[in-house]
Protein backbone atom coordinates (compact mmCIF):
# COMPACT_ATOMS: atom_id res chain seq x y z
CA UNK A 1 0.00 0.00 0.00
CA UNK A 2 0.91 3.80 -0.92
CA UNK A 3 1.78 6.06 1.48
CA UNK A 4 1.62 9.47 -0.55
CA UNK A 5 1.54 13.02 0.63
CA UNK A 6 -1.01 15.23 -0.40
CA UNK A 7 -1.12 19.00 0.54
CA UNK A 8 -2.78 21.84 -0.39
CA UNK A 9 -3.99 25.06 0.75
CA UNK A 10 -7.01 25.07 2.52
CA UNK A 11 -9.66 27.91 1.50
CA UNK A 12 -9.48 30.65 4.07
CA UNK A 13 -5.84 30.70 4.47
CA UNK A 14 -6.57 33.30 7.25
CA UNK A 15 -8.81 30.77 9.40
CA UNK A 16 -5.90 28.34 9.02
CA UNK A 17 -5.01 26.81 12.59
CA UNK A 18 -1.54 28.25 13.64
CA UNK A 19 -0.09 24.79 14.46
CA UNK A 20 -1.12 23.48 11.03
CA UNK A 21 -0.09 27.09 9.07
CA UNK A 22 3.70 26.32 10.68
CA UNK A 23 3.74 22.92 9.68
CA UNK A 24 3.26 23.29 6.44
CA UNK A 25 6.48 24.47 4.50
CA UNK A 26 5.16 25.17 1.24
CA UNK A 27 4.25 28.23 -0.89
CA UNK A 28 0.56 28.80 -1.30
CA UNK A 29 1.12 27.42 -4.74
CA UNK A 30 2.24 24.07 -4.16
CA UNK A 31 0.70 21.76 -6.40
CA UNK A 32 -0.37 18.15 -4.20
CA UNK A 33 2.40 16.15 -3.27
CA UNK A 34 2.70 12.97 -3.85
CA UNK A 35 5.35 10.90 -3.11
CA UNK A 36 6.21 7.23 -2.75
CA UNK A 37 7.68 6.67 0.74
CA UNK A 38 7.67 3.03 1.43
CA UNK A 39 9.68 1.09 -0.56
CA UNK A 40 7.83 -2.27 -0.78
CA UNK A 41 4.57 -0.19 -2.21
CA UNK A 42 3.46 -0.12 -5.42
CA UNK A 43 0.55 2.02 -7.04
CA UNK A 44 -1.69 -0.15 -9.38
CA UNK A 45 -3.67 0.81 -12.23
CA UNK A 46 -6.23 1.51 -10.39
CA UNK A 47 -4.29 3.96 -8.24
CA UNK A 48 -2.78 5.87 -11.27
CA UNK A 49 -6.36 6.11 -13.11
CA UNK A 50 -7.85 7.18 -9.95
CA UNK A 51 -5.68 9.90 -9.06
CA UNK A 52 -5.93 11.96 -12.02
CA UNK A 53 -9.74 12.43 -11.46
CA UNK A 54 -10.41 12.57 -8.20
CA UNK A 55 -11.73 15.64 -6.98
CA UNK A 56 -9.63 17.68 -5.00
CA UNK A 57 -11.89 19.64 -2.85
CA UNK A 58 -15.29 19.27 -0.86
CA UNK A 59 -17.34 21.15 -3.46
CA UNK A 60 -16.49 19.16 -6.59
CA UNK A 61 -17.18 15.71 -4.72
CA UNK A 62 -20.47 14.74 -6.17
CA UNK A 63 -22.83 12.61 -3.73
CA UNK A 64 -23.09 11.29 0.12
CA UNK A 65 -24.75 14.58 0.31
CA UNK A 66 -25.21 13.94 4.66
CA UNK A 67 -21.50 13.09 5.35
CA UNK A 68 -20.42 16.45 3.24
CA UNK A 69 -22.97 17.91 5.74
CA UNK A 70 -21.18 16.32 8.53
CA UNK A 71 -17.86 17.10 7.24
CA UNK A 72 -18.65 20.19 6.52
CA UNK A 73 -19.88 21.26 9.94
CA UNK A 74 -16.70 19.35 11.43
CA UNK A 75 -13.84 20.94 9.33
CA UNK A 76 -15.27 24.24 10.27
CA UNK A 77 -15.65 23.86 13.99
CA UNK A 78 -12.30 22.59 14.25
CA UNK A 79 -10.29 25.13 11.54
CA UNK A 80 -12.74 28.28 13.90
CA UNK A 81 -10.80 26.55 17.74
CA UNK A 82 -7.90 26.37 15.75
CA UNK A 83 -7.77 22.38 16.54
CA UNK A 84 -7.08 19.06 14.82
CA UNK A 85 -10.25 17.10 13.13
CA UNK A 86 -11.70 14.67 15.17
CA UNK A 87 -11.06 10.91 14.33
CA UNK A 88 -12.66 9.40 11.60
CA UNK A 89 -13.94 5.74 10.42
CA UNK A 90 -15.64 6.13 7.33
CA UNK A 91 -17.18 2.77 6.13
CA UNK A 92 -19.11 1.29 3.18
CA UNK A 93 -18.23 -1.44 0.25
CA UNK A 94 -15.03 -0.37 -1.68
CA UNK A 95 -14.78 1.90 -4.39
CA UNK A 96 -17.31 4.81 -3.03
CA UNK A 97 -14.51 7.68 -2.07
CA UNK A 98 -13.36 6.65 1.21
CA UNK A 99 -9.77 7.86 0.27
CA UNK A 100 -10.80 10.41 -1.70
CA UNK A 101 -12.58 12.07 1.38
CA UNK A 102 -9.63 11.50 3.59
CA UNK A 103 -7.38 13.42 0.87
CA UNK A 104 -10.21 16.18 0.49
CA UNK A 105 -10.24 16.63 3.89
CA UNK A 106 -6.15 16.91 4.09
CA UNK A 107 -6.59 19.68 1.16
CA UNK A 108 -9.83 21.74 3.68
CA UNK A 109 -7.61 21.49 6.61
CA UNK A 110 -4.82 23.06 4.77
CA UNK A 111 -2.73 19.75 5.76
CA UNK A 112 -1.07 16.62 4.24
CA UNK A 113 -2.34 12.87 5.30
CA UNK A 114 -0.28 9.81 4.71
CA UNK A 115 -1.94 7.06 3.60
CA UNK A 116 -1.52 3.20 4.47
CA UNK A 117 -3.16 0.41 4.52
CA UNK A 118 -3.86 -2.48 7.86
CA UNK A 119 -1.59 -4.76 6.21
CA UNK A 120 1.47 -3.03 5.85
CA UNK A 121 1.53 -1.94 9.36
CA UNK A 122 2.24 -5.67 10.34
CA UNK A 123 5.24 -5.25 13.20
CA UNK A 124 4.84 -2.63 15.67
CA UNK A 125 7.78 -0.84 14.21
CA UNK A 126 5.74 0.23 11.12
CA UNK A 127 3.14 1.61 13.42
CA UNK A 128 5.64 3.72 15.64
CA UNK A 129 7.57 4.93 13.00
CA UNK A 130 4.42 6.01 11.57
CA UNK A 131 3.00 7.44 14.06
CA UNK A 132 6.26 9.45 14.73
CA UNK A 133 7.00 10.77 11.94
CA UNK A 134 3.30 12.66 11.69
CA UNK A 135 3.45 16.42 11.57
CA UNK A 136 1.40 18.52 13.64
CA UNK A 137 -2.40 18.33 12.83
CA UNK A 138 -1.68 15.96 9.79
CA UNK A 139 -4.33 13.02 8.51
CA UNK A 140 -3.27 9.94 9.04
CA UNK A 141 -5.12 7.48 6.74
CA UNK A 142 -5.41 3.72 7.41
CA UNK A 143 -7.68 1.67 4.61
CA UNK A 144 -8.64 -2.21 6.07
CA UNK A 145 -8.41 -0.32 9.76
CA UNK A 146 -10.36 -3.76 10.46
CA UNK A 147 -7.11 -5.88 9.87
CA UNK A 148 -4.56 -4.10 12.37
CA UNK A 149 -2.80 -6.13 14.43
CA UNK A 150 -3.78 -6.18 18.21
CA UNK A 151 -0.07 -4.69 18.74
CA UNK A 152 -0.68 -1.88 16.51
CA UNK A 153 -4.41 -1.66 17.72
CA UNK A 154 -3.10 -1.16 21.09
CA UNK A 155 -0.46 1.28 20.34
CA UNK A 156 -3.49 3.56 18.21
CA UNK A 157 -5.36 3.59 21.34
CA UNK A 158 -3.17 5.78 23.72
CA UNK A 159 -2.16 8.11 20.19
CA UNK A 160 -5.43 8.95 18.85
CA UNK A 161 -6.57 9.77 22.70
CA UNK A 162 -4.21 11.70 24.23
CA UNK A 163 -1.70 11.87 20.89
CA UNK A 164 0.67 9.70 22.95
CA UNK A 165 2.80 6.46 22.25
CA UNK A 166 3.49 4.47 24.92
CA UNK A 167 6.15 1.84 24.21
CA UNK A 168 7.63 -1.13 26.37
CA UNK A 169 11.25 -1.87 26.58
CA UNK A 170 12.88 -4.89 27.57
CA UNK A 171 10.90 -7.88 28.36
CA UNK A 172 9.80 -9.56 31.73
CA UNK A 173 10.11 -8.20 35.00
CA UNK A 174 12.75 -5.43 34.15
CA UNK A 175 10.40 -4.67 31.18
CA UNK A 176 9.48 -0.37 31.33
CA UNK A 177 7.12 1.75 29.77
CA UNK A 178 8.18 4.80 28.17
CA UNK A 179 5.51 7.38 27.10
CA UNK A 180 6.36 9.89 23.59
CA UNK A 181 4.45 13.13 22.73
CA UNK A 182 2.88 13.07 19.51
CA UNK A 183 1.94 15.56 17.37
CA UNK A 184 -1.98 16.11 16.88
CA UNK A 185 -3.10 13.87 14.48
CA UNK A 186 -6.06 12.88 12.44
CA UNK A 187 -6.85 9.36 12.35
CA UNK A 188 -9.19 8.69 9.10
CA UNK A 189 -10.11 4.95 9.00
CA UNK A 190 -11.70 3.00 6.49
CA UNK A 191 -13.19 -0.01 6.19
CA UNK A 192 -15.77 -2.32 3.96
CA UNK A 193 -16.53 -3.86 7.53
CA UNK A 194 -17.80 -1.55 10.52
CA UNK A 195 -18.91 -4.57 12.77
CA UNK A 196 -15.49 -6.55 12.79
CA UNK A 197 -13.76 -3.26 14.45
CA UNK A 198 -13.18 -4.09 18.03
CA UNK A 199 -15.29 -2.05 19.80
CA UNK A 200 -12.35 -0.11 22.17
CA UNK A 201 -10.88 1.00 18.52
CA UNK A 202 -14.37 1.72 17.48
CA UNK A 203 -15.33 3.93 20.45
CA UNK A 204 -12.19 5.98 19.70
CA UNK A 205 -13.44 7.61 16.26
CA UNK A 206 -15.06 11.07 17.01
CA UNK A 207 -16.96 10.49 14.20
CA UNK A 208 -18.40 7.20 12.32
CA UNK A 209 -20.02 7.83 8.77
CA UNK A 210 -20.99 5.12 6.10
CA UNK A 211 -20.81 5.41 2.65
CA UNK A 212 -23.66 4.68 0.72
CA UNK A 213 -23.41 3.67 -2.99
CA UNK A 214 -24.60 6.58 -5.29
CA UNK A 215 -27.77 7.24 -7.44
CA UNK A 216 -27.42 6.60 -11.42
CA UNK A 217 -28.08 10.88 -12.01
CA UNK A 218 -25.01 11.60 -9.25
CA UNK A 219 -23.16 8.56 -11.20
CA UNK A 220 -23.76 10.04 -14.78
CA UNK A 221 -22.70 13.42 -13.33
CA UNK A 222 -19.46 11.81 -12.08
CA UNK A 223 -18.68 10.23 -15.71
CA UNK A 224 -19.36 13.45 -17.15
CA UNK A 225 -17.03 15.16 -15.21
CA UNK A 226 -14.66 12.29 -15.97
CA UNK A 227 -15.03 12.06 -19.62
CA UNK A 228 -14.10 15.84 -19.49
CA UNK A 229 -10.97 15.38 -17.74
CA UNK A 230 -10.22 12.39 -19.88
CA UNK A 231 -11.16 14.35 -23.08
CA UNK A 232 -13.54 11.89 -24.07
CA UNK A 233 -16.49 12.93 -26.22
CA UNK A 234 -19.43 11.68 -24.51
CA UNK A 235 -23.23 11.86 -24.72
CA UNK A 236 -25.28 12.40 -21.38
CA UNK A 237 -27.63 9.55 -22.79
CA UNK A 238 -24.24 7.53 -23.09
CA UNK A 239 -23.02 8.83 -19.44
CA UNK A 240 -26.66 7.71 -18.10
CA UNK A 241 -26.02 3.96 -19.63
CA UNK A 242 -22.59 3.74 -18.15
CA UNK A 243 -23.58 4.68 -15.02
CA UNK A 244 -26.63 2.39 -14.71
CA UNK A 245 -24.37 -0.73 -15.15
CA UNK A 246 -21.73 0.63 -12.24
CA UNK A 247 -23.13 -0.70 -9.86
CA UNK A 248 -23.84 3.16 -7.74
CA UNK A 249 -20.13 2.86 -7.33
CA UNK A 250 -17.90 5.76 -8.96
CA UNK A 251 -14.79 3.30 -9.41
CA UNK A 252 -16.79 0.93 -11.40
CA UNK A 253 -18.19 4.19 -13.74
CA UNK A 254 -14.57 5.46 -14.38
CA UNK A 255 -13.46 2.12 -14.94
CA UNK A 256 -16.26 1.50 -17.52
CA UNK A 257 -16.18 4.67 -18.99
CA UNK A 258 -11.94 3.86 -19.85
CA UNK A 259 -12.97 0.04 -21.34
CA UNK A 260 -16.15 2.46 -23.44
CA UNK A 261 -14.10 4.89 -24.49
CA UNK A 262 -11.31 1.73 -25.97
CA UNK A 263 -14.81 0.49 -27.43
CA UNK A 264 -15.51 3.41 -29.02
CA UNK A 265 -12.19 4.83 -30.24
CA UNK A 266 -11.65 1.21 -32.09
CA UNK A 267 -15.02 -0.35 -33.40
CA UNK A 268 -17.27 3.35 -33.57
CA UNK A 269 -15.57 6.50 -33.72
CA UNK A 270 -17.35 9.47 -32.25
CA UNK A 271 -18.77 10.20 -29.14
CA UNK A 272 -20.20 7.81 -27.01
CA UNK A 273 -23.73 7.47 -27.54
CA UNK A 274 -26.26 5.55 -25.63
CA UNK A 275 -26.27 2.42 -28.14
CA UNK A 276 -22.32 2.39 -28.54
CA UNK A 277 -21.85 2.52 -24.16
CA UNK A 278 -24.47 -0.47 -24.37
CA UNK A 279 -22.90 -2.46 -27.14
CA UNK A 280 -19.60 -2.04 -25.54
CA UNK A 281 -20.46 -3.02 -21.83
CA UNK A 282 -22.15 -6.21 -23.64
CA UNK A 283 -18.52 -7.41 -25.11
CA UNK A 284 -17.92 -6.76 -21.91
CA UNK A 285 -19.56 -8.92 -19.89
CA UNK A 286 -21.42 -5.87 -18.08
CA UNK A 287 -25.25 -6.59 -18.06
CA UNK A 288 -27.75 -3.92 -17.84
CA UNK A 289 -27.42 -3.94 -14.07
CA UNK A 290 -24.22 -3.32 -13.95
CA UNK A 291 -24.35 -7.82 -13.32
CA UNK A 292 -20.66 -9.09 -14.09
CA UNK A 293 -19.89 -12.34 -14.41
CA UNK A 294 -19.02 -13.41 -11.00
CA UNK A 295 -22.66 -11.79 -9.75
CA UNK A 296 -24.29 -14.14 -12.24
CA UNK A 297 -22.38 -17.35 -11.23
CA UNK A 298 -23.14 -16.67 -7.55
CA UNK A 299 -26.16 -16.22 -7.85
CA UNK A 300 -26.76 -19.03 -10.35
CA UNK A 301 -24.91 -21.59 -8.08
CA UNK A 302 -27.48 -20.47 -5.16
CA UNK A 303 -30.54 -21.19 -7.63
CA UNK A 304 -29.29 -24.57 -9.86
CA UNK A 305 -27.49 -26.17 -6.21
CA UNK A 306 -29.91 -25.14 -3.86
CA UNK A 307 -32.92 -24.45 -5.54
CA UNK A 308 -32.13 -20.31 -4.36
CA UNK A 309 -31.17 -21.09 -0.90
CA UNK A 310 -31.05 -20.51 2.25
CA UNK A 311 -27.79 -21.25 1.63
CA UNK A 312 -24.43 -20.27 4.00
CA UNK A 313 -21.74 -17.80 2.84
CA UNK A 314 -18.86 -20.77 2.94
CA UNK A 315 -21.05 -23.00 0.85
CA UNK A 316 -21.70 -20.57 -1.66
CA UNK A 317 -17.59 -19.69 -1.79
CA UNK A 318 -16.94 -23.19 -2.24
CA UNK A 319 -19.66 -24.17 -4.86
CA UNK A 320 -18.97 -20.72 -6.62
CA UNK A 321 -15.33 -20.47 -6.72
CA UNK A 322 -14.76 -16.92 -5.08
CA UNK A 323 -13.81 -15.91 -1.47
CA UNK A 324 -16.21 -16.07 1.49
CA UNK A 325 -14.40 -12.23 1.90
CA UNK A 326 -14.86 -11.16 -1.45
CA UNK A 327 -18.40 -12.12 -2.05
CA UNK A 328 -19.15 -10.67 1.51
CA UNK A 329 -17.10 -7.39 0.81
CA UNK A 330 -17.40 -7.00 -2.88
CA UNK A 331 -20.73 -9.18 -4.55
CA UNK A 332 -23.39 -9.30 -1.58
CA UNK A 333 -23.77 -5.32 -0.65
CA UNK A 334 -24.63 -4.48 -3.97
CA UNK A 335 -26.86 -8.01 -4.67
CA UNK A 336 -28.83 -6.91 -1.14
CA UNK A 337 -29.16 -3.33 -2.31
CA UNK A 338 -30.95 -4.05 -5.68
CA UNK A 339 -33.13 -6.36 -4.20
CA UNK A 340 -31.67 -9.78 -5.43
CA UNK A 341 -30.30 -11.40 -2.68
CA UNK A 342 -30.78 -11.39 1.39
CA UNK A 343 -29.55 -12.20 4.53
CA UNK A 344 -31.44 -14.17 6.89
CA UNK A 345 -30.49 -16.54 10.22
CA UNK A 346 -30.51 -19.56 8.11
CA UNK A 347 -27.99 -18.38 5.43
CA UNK A 348 -28.24 -16.29 1.55
CA UNK A 349 -31.66 -16.08 -0.19
CA UNK A 350 -32.39 -15.34 -3.82
CA UNK A 351 -35.13 -13.19 -4.50
CA UNK A 352 -37.64 -13.97 -7.44
CA UNK A 353 -36.08 -10.41 -9.23
CA UNK A 354 -33.09 -12.03 -9.42
CA UNK A 355 -34.33 -15.63 -10.74
CA UNK A 356 -36.68 -13.66 -13.17
CA UNK A 357 -33.27 -10.90 -14.41
CA UNK A 358 -31.42 -14.52 -15.20
CA UNK A 359 -34.05 -15.84 -17.05
CA UNK A 360 -35.21 -18.96 -14.78
N1 LIG B 1 -14.77 10.71 -8.90
C1 LIG B 1 -14.88 9.62 -8.16
N2 LIG B 1 -15.72 9.82 -7.15
C2 LIG B 1 -16.20 11.08 -7.25
C3 LIG B 1 -17.11 11.86 -6.51
N3 LIG B 1 -17.75 11.39 -5.44
N4 LIG B 1 -17.34 13.10 -6.92
C4 LIG B 1 -16.69 13.58 -8.00
N5 LIG B 1 -15.83 12.89 -8.74
C5 LIG B 1 -15.57 11.64 -8.38
Not at 9 to 38: F, V, Y
Not at 131 to 145: A, R, W
Amino acid sequence: MAIISSKQQPTEPDSQPKRRRESSGKSPSSPPKSDLLAPTAAVDETDKLEEGIRPQRLADYIGQKDLKTVLEIGIAAARGRGETLDHLLLYGPPGLGKTTMALILAAEMGTSCKITGAPSLERPRDIVGLLVSLKPGEILFIDEIHRLTRMAEELLYPAMEDFRLDITIGKGQSAKTRSLPLSPFTLVGATTRAGALTSPLRDRFGLIQRLHFYEPEELTVILLRTAEILKTPISREGAEEIARRSRGTPRIANRLLKRVRDYTQVKAKGEITQEVAAEALKVFNVDPLGLDWTDRRVLSVMIQNFNGGPVGIETIASASGEDVQTIEEVYEPYLMQIGFMLRTPRGRMVTPAAWKHLGY
